[in-house]
Every structure is written in structure tokens, then in C-alpha cells.
């Protein structure tokens, strides 16, 4: 249960100081952080927990460790662009980048695995392991943004309440006392709308269309989610850090 405690409050402090870093609230004119001791008291956290939250957010690209002089924010200049490596749900992700995501139509249907429209590649998976088949239309300040395809297995998520449902999923399994989140594969394809996107996006079929194929994985390795989320190829920026 410590452990459970700190790694949320690792993720707590994670998420403030980027929406800080997003909001240009934090750092001087040069950009630089300030000091241990000032960051502690300003999120009363431990010595430990700010260094952990640190070392997240720099490995994710929002900032840059300069030998000898401290730890800088880096500039992001296209505030659109949504980021791959970020541990938020999509609802933090585009708050932080001052707009509003929401979900205003949404359905849930048990099914098979056998049933599912897409399956992680090289899954194991038993055709008869029960599962949630989620579908979710999502809009950024009122324009058709995210068409979500996903499932959840029953066996760890046995049930999804309404609020979640038309809230933050992430948020929702993330907080879960029972489930311990390990670690997500996210594979990125090019693709033709069908129809329903079509429909959603206001677009014609077969117009282009960007899929980011997302699979969660507890701690010990165990596949409990897996997601199709559909973009207009031509308004969709996508951003990702490479540490060198």
C-alpha cells in the first residue's frame, strides 16, 4: 500500500508541474526550474517523490537537465500537437492544452473476444474471455476530434459506471485500488475512414484517417485494455520525445 501511495503521489506531482509548464507558470526568464528545496515547498512533497516526478517529466521531453547550472523547462512551441509519452488521459491532455474534450455520445456491449473488430497483434487471448466493447464519440470545444474503439477485460475491470464511461476512462482504471498499471504499447497507423468516421468526422469515406493502437498492461504483465483511437489525418499533430 506505500508503495501504491507514493507512486500516485509521483503522478500527482507529475501532472501539476507540466500543466504549470504547459500554463508558463513555472521557471524564470531563462526557463530554468527553481531549486529542490523551493520545488518541495511549493508541492510539500519529499526529496524523494520530487526527484521521481522530475525524472518522469524529463524523460518525456518537457524538460532538460544542464550540467552545473540546473534544470530547464523545454520549449514546446506547437501547443497542438499531442503527446505520446504523456501518462494523462486524453481529457488532462487536451485541458492542458486549453481546450475542453468531451464525450457526448457513448455505448457499451459485453462481447467475446471473438467478436472484438481488432485484436492486439499476437494476442493469446482465449476467443471466449469476455470482454467490454466501448465506443466513444469525442469532440474538442464542440468539433468532432476522437473516435475511441476500445475493450476492457471483465476479469479486471468487471464493470464501467456511466460517469466514466462518459468521463475519463484513464482516470477511472488508473484510480482503481485493485489494478496496478504497469505499462502501455502504442503502435501508430495510417489508414481510410469507413463509414461511421465518416459520419462522425463529417469527412467523405476512404478519407485519411491516423490510428494510435494502444495496449495496457498491468504490472505484472497482464493485458487488461486495448484501444483503437481514430484521428482526422489532416487536422492531427502528433509529438514524441527522443532522449539522445
Known amino acids: 500500500m506505500v508503495q501504491r501511495s507514493s507512486s500516485l503521489a509521483i503522478d500527482m506531482l507529475v501532472k501539476k508541474i507540466i500543466a504549470e509548464i504547459q500554463a508558463n507558470t513555472i521557471g524564470d526568464t531563462t526557463n530554468k526550474l527553481p531549486p529542490e528545496p523551493e520545488l518541495m515547498a511549493r508541492y510539500q512533497v519529499t526529496r524523494y517523490t520530487l526527484r521521481q516526478a522530475l525524472k518522469k517529466i524529463s524523460n518525456m521531453g518537457y524538460t532538460f537537465q544542464a550540467h552545473g547550472l540546473g534544470t530547464f523547462v523545454r520549449p514546446r512551441l506547437d501547443r497542438q500537437a499531442i503527446s505520446l509519452q504523456n501518462i494523462v488521459g486524453m481529457t488532462d491532455e487536451i485541458a492542458r492544452q486549453g481546450r475542453r474534450l468531451k464525450t457526448l455520445k457513448a455505448s457499451i456491449h459485453e462481447i467475446t473476444v471473438s467478436q472484438a473488430e481488432f485484436l492486439p497483434l499476437g494476442t493469446k487471448l482465449n476467443e471466449h474471455t469476455s470482454l467490454w466493447s466501448v465506443t466513444r464519440l469525442r469532440y474538442a ?18 464493470e464501467i459506471p456511466e460517469k466514466a464511461l462518459y468521463g475519463s476512462l484513464f482516470n477511472f482504471i488508473e ?9 502501455q504499447d502504442s503502435t501508430i497507423e495510417a489508414d481510410l475512414m469507413d463509414e461511421r468516421m465518416a459520419t462522425f468526422f463529417k469527412k467523405d469515406v476512404a ?13 505484472a504483465g497482464q493485458l487488461i485494455a486495448f484501444s483503437k483511437l481514430s484521428y482526422d489525418a ?11
Do not use: A, I
Request: net charge negative; glycine share 2%; no cysteine.
Open 207 to 219: 478519407s485519411p484517417v491516423l490510428s494510435v493502437y494502444d495496449e495496457t498492461y498491468l504490472s
Open 234 to 244: 489532416n487536422l492531427t499533430k502528433l509529438f514524441m520525445f527522443k532522449k539522445l
Open 141 to 158: 470545444d464542440d468539433e468532432p476530434f476522437l473516435y475511441e474503439q476500445s475493450y476492457y477485460l471483465r476479469e479486471y475491470v468487471p
Open 175 to 183: 484510480n482503481d485500488d485493485q489494478l496496478k498499471l504497469g505499462f
